[in-house]
C-alpha cells in the first residue's frame, strides 16, 4: 500500500519543506474524514531531550488556542523513537516560504499594497494570538499560511525558543535564526519584542525580495543593511519613507522610536491603510494567488476531495492491537492500551463532554423534562379548546409579515436609488479626471491629476462592492407554510374555519406581482461573455512578445521600477483596452508606451464552460 500510517493517520501529499520539518496532508484512521496537516519534526529535535521538552511546552500552550487566524493545534505526541509530530487544521492554499521562492523564480515583485496586506494581516493574526497568552517569539515565512482566496493564517510556532537549547549551534535552524532579533538569536528566550522583530523582517523581505539578515552566522549591523534596503537592493524598488519608518521602528530595537508595543505597529499599518495611500484587499492576494499557482487551485480542490474519500478500512485494519489479554477483574489501564511501545501518548485537546457519573442524572432530567412537556400540552390543550377560535389570528400574522417586508423592499429601494446616485456621481468624477490628465500640459499637473483619478477609482470600486454587497441582502418574501391545526383544535371544528384561515394566510403572505422576488434560472455563460480571470477555466496566455519603446526623458533620467498594465482581453484573445494601474511617479510618458506597448499583444482566449469569454488580465513591466 503506497500511504504511510503514521500517528493513527494516513500520511497524503507532502504541502511544502520547512525549517520546522516536513509538511504533510494527512487524514485521521478513523473519526470524521477531514484532511489535516501533520507536522514531523526534525529528527534532531527528538534526539535533544531539552528540545523535545521545549517543543512540548509550546504544543501544550498552543493547544489551548482557538483562533479563526490560525490553523489550529489538534495533536501532539512522539511516535517511535526518532519521531516527534503534531496535527493541525489543513488550508487550502500555500505557505509563504513557498510564495517567495516562487516570486523569486518567476521575478515578479510584491507590490507594496501587497506587502502591507500581508505584514497586516500577520499582526493582526498575532495580536489576537497574543490575547491567549501566546507569543510566536519569533515568526519564520514557513509559519504562514496564505490560501488561494487571499486569508492568512498562522501555523503553531513549536520551535519557539529552540534557541535556548543545544541546537542553537545547528546550521540546520538558520534559517528560522535570523528571523529572531540579534539579542534573542543568541541563545536568550524570546519576548514579546520578537515578534515584532519578525513582522519588521518578513515586511523588508516583501519589498526588497531578500531577508533582512541574508546569514544568520557571524555578525550583522540591522541598521547598515537597513540602508541598503532604502537605496533599493538587486533591482528592487527604493523603500518609500513611510514604509522606511516602519521598518527602522520594527527592526533596529535599540533605537529611540522601537516600537515597544505589538498593538502600535498594527495602528501604523492601519493608518497607511486608511489614508488611501494603500488600498489593500483580498483580492489583491487571491489574483496574486491565481497568477502564481494557474489552475493548481482547482487541481487541489480535487485531489483534496479524492483523498477525503479514501477507504480508511485497510489503514484501521493494520493498525488493529494484538489479541486482548485474558479477561481480569480489573485490567490496569497500560496493559489494555494498542499503543506501540516507542509511542507516548499525544497531547489532545480536553472533552468538553460531561463526566460519565453524571449519565443518571440526565436520565432523569431528561424523564422530568418529558412529564413536564406533558403537563404544559394538556394545559395549552385545554386552554385553546375553551378559547374562541376563528381565522383572525393567522391573518393578522400573515399581514404583519407582509407589512414588515414592505417596509423592508421600500428601505432596499431607497437605498439603491441613494447608491446608484452615488455611483454615476463616482463615474463621472472619474471621466472628468480622465480628460484633466489627457489634458495635463506639465508634468506637475499630469501628477496631480494622476492622482486624483486613482483616489476617484478606488472610491468607484469600493461603492461598487458596497453595492453588490446591498444588491446581496435584498429582502426576500417568507415561504408560505401550510396551516397546521393546533393540538387543542376541536375535534369536529366548524367546515368553514380551516378553509377559510388557509385561504387568508395563503392570499396575505402571496406578494403582489410586481414584487414577487424573481430567483432567475441559472444562466449559461454564452461565448463573448465578460468572466473574471479567477472564475475563468482556462486562463488566456501570451501568444507574443511585448515590445516596449522607452521614451527618451525616460531613458535621460534612468527610470526605474514596476509597470502594471490591466488589458482587457476579448472572446478572440485580442487586447482591447489597456491602462496602467500603477507604476512610477513622474513616468516620463512611459504610462503611454506601457498602452500602446500592451495594445500590440495578443492572447488564447479564455475559456468558461467550454466557451471563449472575455476577461482582464494584470500584468507588470519592470524598467531597470
Given at each position: 500500500?503506497?500511504?504511510?500510517?503514521?500517528?493513527?493517520?494516513?500520511?497524503?501529499?507532502?504541502?511544502?519543506?520547512?525549517?520546522?520539518?516536513?509538511?504533510?496532508?494527512?487524514?485521521?484512521?478513523?473519526?470524521?474524514?477531514?484532511?489535516?496537516?501533520?507536522?514531523?519534526?526534525?529528527?534532531?529535535?527528538?534526539?535533544?531531550?531539552?528540545?523535545?521538552?521545549?517543543?512540548?511546552?509550546?504544543?501544550?500552550?498552543?493547544?489551548?488556542?482557538?483562533?479563526?487566524?490560525?490553523?489550529?493545534?489538534?495533536?501532539?505526541?512522539?511516535?517511535?523513537?526518532?519521531?516527534?509530530?503534531?496535527?493541525?487544521?489543513?488550508?487550502?492554499?500555500?505557505?509563504?516560504?513557498?510564495?517567495?521562492?516562487?516570486?523569486?523564480?518567476?521575478?515578479?515583485?510584491?507590490?507594496?499594497?501587497?506587502?502591507?496586506?500581508?505584514?497586516?494581516?500577520?499582526?493582526?493574526?498575532?495580536?489576537?494570538?497574543?490575547?491567549?497568552?501566546?507569543?510566536?517569539?519569533?515568526?519564520?515565512?514557513?509559519?504562514?499560511?496564505?490560501?488561494?482566496?487571499?486569508?492568512?493564517?498562522?501555523?503553531?510556532?513549536?520551535?519557539?525558543?529552540?534557541?535556548?537549547?543545544?541546537?542553537?549551534?545547528?546550521?540546520?535552524?538558520?534559517?528560522?535564526?535570523?528571523?529572531?532579533?540579534?539579542?534573542?538569536?543568541?541563545?536568550?528566550?524570546?519576548?514579546?519584542?520578537?515578534?515584532?522583530?519578525?513582522?519588521?523582517?518578513?515586511?523588508?523581505?516583501?519589498?526588497?525580495?531578500?531577508?533582512?539578515?541574508?546569514?544568520?552566522?557571524?555578525?550583522?549591523?540591522?541598521?547598515?543593511?537597513?540602508?541598503?534596503?532604502?537605496?533599493?537592493?538587486?533591482?528592487?524598488?527604493?523603500?518609500?519613507?513611510?514604509?522606511?519608518?516602519?521598518?527602522?521602528?520594527?527592526?533596529?530595537?535599540?533605537?529611540?522610536?522601537?516600537?515597544?508595543?505589538?498593538?502600535?505597529?498594527?495602528?501604523?499599518?492601519?493608518?497607511?491603510?486608511?489614508?488611501?495611500?494603500?488600498?489593500?484587499?483580498?483580492?489583491?492576494?487571491?489574483?496574486?494567488?491565481?497568477?502564481?499557482?494557474?489552475?493548481?487551485?482547482?487541481?487541489?480542490?480535487?485531489?483534496?476531495?479524492?483523498?477525503?474519500?479514501?477507504?480508511?478500512?485497510?489503514?484501521?485494519?493494520?493498525?488493529?492491537?494484538?489479541?486482548?489479554?485474558?479477561?481480569?477483574?480489573?485490567?490496569?489501564?497500560?496493559?489494555?492500551?494498542?499503543?506501540?511501545?516507542?509511542?507516548?501518548?499525544?497531547?489532545?485537546?480536553?472533552?468538553?463532554?460531561?463526566?460519565?457519573?453524571g449519565a443518571a442524572s440526565r436520565k432523569n432530567?431528561?424523564?422530568?423534562?418529558?412529564?413536564?412537556?406533558?403537563?404544559?400540552?394538556?394545559?395549552?390543550?385545554?386552554?385553546?379548546?375553551?378559547?374562541?377560535?376563528?381565522?383572525?389570528?393567522?391573518?393578522?400574522?400573515?399581514?404583519?409579515?407582509?407589512?414588515?417586508?414592505?417596509?423592508?423592499?421600500?428601505?432596499?429601494?431607497?437605498?439603491?436609488?441613494?447608491?446608484?446616485?452615488?455611483?454615476?456621481?463616482?463615474?463621472?468624477?472619474?471621466?472628468?479626471?480622465?480628460?484633466?490628465?489627457?489634458?495635463?500640459?506639465?508634468?506637475?499637473?499630469?501628477?496631480?491629476?494622476?492622482?486624483?483619478?486613482?483616489?476617484?477609482?478606488?472610491?468607484?470600486?469600493?461603492?461598487?462592492?458596497?453595492?453588490?454587497?446591498?444588491?446581496?441582502e435584498k429582502p426576500k418574501a417568507p415561504e408560505?407554510?401550510?396551516?397546521?391545526?393546533?393540538?387543542?383544535?376541536?375535534?369536529?371544528?366548524?367546515?368553514?374555519?380551516?378553509?377559510?384561515?388557509?385561504?387568508?394566510?395563503?392570499?396575505?403572505?402571496?406578494?403582489?406581482?410586481?414584487?414577487?422576488?424573481?430567483?432567475?434560472?441559472?444562466?449559461?455563460?454564452?461565448?463573448?461573455?465578460?468572466?473574471?480571470?479567477?472564475?475563468?477555466?482556462?486562463?488566456?496566455?501570451?501568444?507574443?512578445?511585448?515590445?516596449?519603446?522607452?521614451?527618451?526623458?525616460?531613458?535621460?533620467?534612468?527610470?526605474?521600477?514596476?509597470?502594471?498594465?490591466?488589458?482587457?482581453?476579448?472572446?478572440?484573445?485580442?487586447?482591447?483596452?489597456?491602462?496602467?494601474?500603477?507604476?512610477?511617479?513622474?513616468?516620463?510618458?512611459?504610462?503611454?508606451?506601457?498602452?500602446?506597448?500592451?495594445?500590440?499583444?495578443?492572447?488564447?482566449?479564455?475559456?468558461?464552460?467550454?466557451?471563449?469569454?472575455?476577461?482582464?488580465?494584470?500584468?507588470?513591466?519592470?524598467?531597470?
Amino acid at each position: 500500500m503506497d500511504a504511510e500510517l503514521f500517528a493513527n493517520h494516513i500520511l497524503g501529499e507532502p504541502v511544502s519543506a520547512t525549517v520546522a520539518g516536513a509538511v504533510l496532508k494527512a487524514l485521521p484512521a478513523e473519526g470524521t474524514p477531514e484532511v489535516r496537516l501533520v507536522h514531523r519534526l526534525p529528527a534532531a529535535v527528538a534526539e535533544t531531550p531539552e528540545a523535545e521538552r521545549v517543543v512540548l511546552k509550546n504544543a501544550r500552550d498552543w493547544g489551548k488556542v482557538r483562533d479563526l487566524r490560525a490553523l489550529n493545534l489538534l495533536e501532539a505526541g512522539r511516535e517511535g523513537k526518532t519521531s516527534l509530530y503534531a496535527v493541525t487544521e489543513y488550508h487550502q492554499g500555500r505557505l509563504l516560504s513557498d510564495i517567495l521562492d516562487r516570486l523569486r523564480h518567476e521575478g515578479l515583485p510584491l507590490a507594496p499594497d501587497q506587502a502591507v496586506y500581508l505584514a497586516e494581516r500577520t499582526t493582526g493574526a498575532l495580536l489576537s494570538l497574543a490575547e491567549q497568552g501566546i507569543t510566536a517569539g519569533g515568526l519564520s515565512p514557513d509559519r504562514v499560511s496564505v490560501s488561494f482566496e487571499g486569508e492568512v493564517k498562522l501555523l503553531p510556532t513549536l520551535l519557539k525558543d529552540l534557541q535556548t537549547t543545544p541546537l542553537l549551534k545547528d546550521p540546520a535552524f538558520d534559517a528560522y535564526w535570523r528571523y529572531l532579533p540579534p539579542a534573542q538569536a543568541g541563545g536568550k528566550s524570546a519576548k514579546a519584542a520578537a515578534d515584532i522583530y519578525s513582522v519588521g523582517a518578513l515586511l523588508f523581505e516583501f519589498l526588497c525580495r531578500e531577508p533582512f539578515r541574508p546569514e544568520p552566522a557571524g555578525p550583522f549591523d540591522p541598521a547598515s543593511r537597513l540602508e541598503e534596503g532604502r537605496r533599493g537592493l538587486d533591482g528592487a524598488d527604493p523603500l518609500p519613507e513611510n514604509l522606511f519608518r516602519i521598518l527602522k521602528r520594527s527592526l533596529l530595537q535599540d533605537g529611540p522610536e522601537a516600537y515597544g508595543d505589538l498593538k502600535v505597529l498594527k495602528a501604523d499599518l492601519d493608518q497607511l491603510i486608511t489614508s488611501g495611500e494603500y488600498s489593500p484587499t483580498t483580492f489583491n492576494i487571491a489574483f496574486l494567488m491565481h497568477s502564481l499557482y494557474r489552475g493548481e487551485d482547482e487541481a487541489e480542490d480535487s485531489a483534496d476531495k479524492a483523498f477525503a474519500a479514501l477507504d480508511r478500512a485497510p489503514f484501521r485494519r493494520e493498525e488493529a492491537a494484538p489479541p486482548p489479554p485474558p479477561a481480569s477483574p480489573a485490567p490496569p489501564a497500560p496493559a489494555a492500551s494498542p499503543e506501540p511501545r516507542d509511542r507516548t501518548p499525544p497531547f489532545t485537546l480536553p472533552s468538553e463532554e460531561p463526566p460519565e457519573s453524571g449519565a443518571a442524572s440526565r436520565k432523569n432530567l431528561l424523564i422530568g423534562a418529558g412529564i413536564a412537556a406533558g403537563v404544559v400540552l394538556v394545559a395549552l390543550g385545554l386552554f385553546f379548546a375553551l378559547r374562541p377560535k376563528g381565522p383572525s389570528e393567522e391573518q393578522i400574522r400573515a399581514q404583519q409579515q407582509m407589512a414588515d417586508l414592505e417596509k423592508e423592499r421600500a428601505q432596499f429601494k431607497a437605498q439603491q436609488e441613494e447608491m446608484a446616485a452615488k455611483l454615476k456621481a463616482l463615474e463621472d468624477e472619474k471621466a472628468a479626471l480622465q480628460q484633466q490628465v489627457t489634458k495635463a500640459t506639465t508634468a506637475d499637473e499630469k501628477i496631480r491629476a494622476q492622482k486624483a483619478l486613482e483616489e476617484a477609482q478606488n472610491r468607484l470600486k469600493a461603492q461598487q462592492e458596497e453595492q453588490r454587497r446591498l444588491a446581496a441582502e435584498k429582502p426576500k418574501a417568507p415561504e408560505p407554510t401550510p396551516t397546521v391545526p393546533a393540538p387543542s383544535e376541536p375535534v369536529q371544528p366548524p367546515e368553514s374555519t380551516p378553509s377559510t384561515a388557509e385561504a387568508a394566510l395563503g392570499a396575505a403572505l402571496e406578494p403582489p406581482p410586481e414584487a414577487a422576488p424573481a430567483s432567475p434560472p441559472a444562466v449559461k455563460v454564452q461565448a463573448g461573455d465578460f468572466v473574471e480571470l479567477w472564475a475563468v477555466d482556462i486562463k488566456p496566455k501570451q501568444t507574443n512578445q511585448l515590445q516596449l519603446d522607452v521614451t527618451s526623458p525616460a531613458r535621460q533620467n534612468r527610470l526605474t521600477g514596476t509597470f502594471y498594465v490591466e488589458v482587457s482581453v476579448n472572446e478572440a484573445g485580442t487586447v482591447t483596452e489597456a491602462r496602467v494601474v500603477r507604476g512610477p511617479v513622474p513616468d516620463y510618458g512611459m504610462n503611454d508606451a506601457c498602452r500602446r506597448a500592451a495594445m500590440k499583444l495578443r492572447y488564447s482566449p479564455a475559456l468558461k464552460d467550454g466557451v471563449p469569454v472575455k476577461t482582464k488580465v494584470t500584468f507588470p513591466i519592470v524598467m531597470k
